[in-house]
């Protein structure tokens, strides 16, 4: 019996954890650079490939696009697509 709550523990942290993180997508056919500050974290340097879509962000973030300079903040559970090296935020809270 113990090792059945064990297991369902380890699998469902991943799921929560996920169910928590920002969205973001590239719909360009480029790749782009981006600066990612997020609570308690160092700074960071991003590279979201072309075509791409990644979870990002578990605790909320301010996403910099360093071709455009254009920030957004960003919680949990929001989208940010980049469209024609343009950052839009979707809220899905």
Known sequence: MLMRA???A??????????LAASLQNTDSQAYELVIAEPGRPVSNYRIVEN???EICFLGCEMTLLSSGQ?????????VMIDSGVMTV????
């Open 52 to 54: 791409s879509q990644v």
């Open 90 to 93: 979707t809220s899905n809270n």
């Open 10 to 19: 380890i699998i469902s942290l991943p799921l929560f954890g996920a169910a």
């Open 71 to 79: 920030t957004v903040s960003v919680r949990p559970g929001d989208t």
């Open 6 to 8: 064990t297991l369902f």
